[in-house]
């Protein structure tokens, strides 16, 4: 499949760079959906998405009931710029993993979180991103008339 965060603009890319809160969506087992507030990072180059939590959380469960095919979605939104990129998450449990993703999350929010034991990371294969970074110019009113 071809990395889709190649094909994005400077602006889209950016504003995935700046300080903002995301959600993630997974799945429950029974189709409903279920939304939190994440910290994210994404790696255009590898075309992941990156998310830190702790293994005994309901996303991890989530995904781990995915059996491979755990589509999620991860959605950041300021005013009017929005962007939501979807795709399919693993649960990634290696040390090298973990540390790398605690890494860009402490470059992307200015601060890095205390070690925890129970962490783990859920890597996003991106398969589709969406959204507006750039706000359209608003009208301006005709002074003369």
């Given amino acids: 499949m071809p990395n889709v965060m190649l094909n994005q603009s400077d602006s889209y890319m950016e504003f995935l760079s700046e300080y903002h ?4 969506t997974t799945l429950r087992p029974d189709g409903r959906p279920h939304v939190v507030p994440v910290g994210g990072t994404v790696d255009a180059t ?7 939590t702790r ?8 995904v781990l009931a995915g059996d491979g095919e755990a589509r999620v979605a991860v959605c950041q939104v300021d005013g ?8 399919v998450a693993e649960v990634c ?17 200015g601060r890095t979180p ?5 962490r783990v990371v859920i890597r996003i294969s991106i ?13 301006v009113a ?4």
Avoid: F, H
Wanted: with cysteine.
């Fill in 21 to 24: 809160l995301c959600t993630l």
């Fill in 55 to 62: 293994k005994s959380s309901r996303k991890v469960a989530n």
């Fill in 80 to 87: 009017g710029r929005w962007a939501t990129l979807e795709g």
């Fill in 46 to 52: 590898e075309g992941v998405a990156r998310i830190i």
């Fill in 114 to 118: 205390a070690p925890d034991p129970e």
């Fill in 93 to 109: 449990t290696d040390a090298a993993a973990v540390e790398d993703a605690v890494t860009r999350y402490g470059e992307r929010y």
């Fill in 127 to 139: 398969e589709r991103a969406m959204g507006q970074s750039v706000l359209p110019r608003p009208r």
């Fill in 142 to 145: 005709n002074a003369a008339a």
